[in-house]
């Protein structure tokens, strides 16, 4: 799978990579985030970049509890 989102609701992205990666990231309470839309390319990139990534474009913070990822909004 290519690892490259132009402009794709997260809600997508969040799906792709839970497949790429056999994780579950979930947006927690946050109804809004997954409507959002993100750019970014990360093809051949480990899954804490690309967390890292997102937290700065999202402006989220993660929690990783076993295979569950919790994207978060930064207060």
Do not use: C, H, Q
Not at 49 to 65: A, P, Q, R, T
């Amino acid at each position: 799978a290519t690892m490259s989102f132009d402009n794709k609701p997260v809600s997508e992205v969040i799906s792709e990579l839970n497949n790429a990666f056999k994780v579950e990231i979930i947006t927690g309470d946050d109804r809004n985030l997954s409507s959002y839309t993100l750019n970014a390319d990360f093809e051949d990139m480990n899954l804490a970049s690309i967390l890292e990534i997102m937290g700065k474009s999202l402006n989220v913070d993660y929690e990783i509890e076993g295979d569950v990822i919790t994207l978060k909004k930064k207060n």
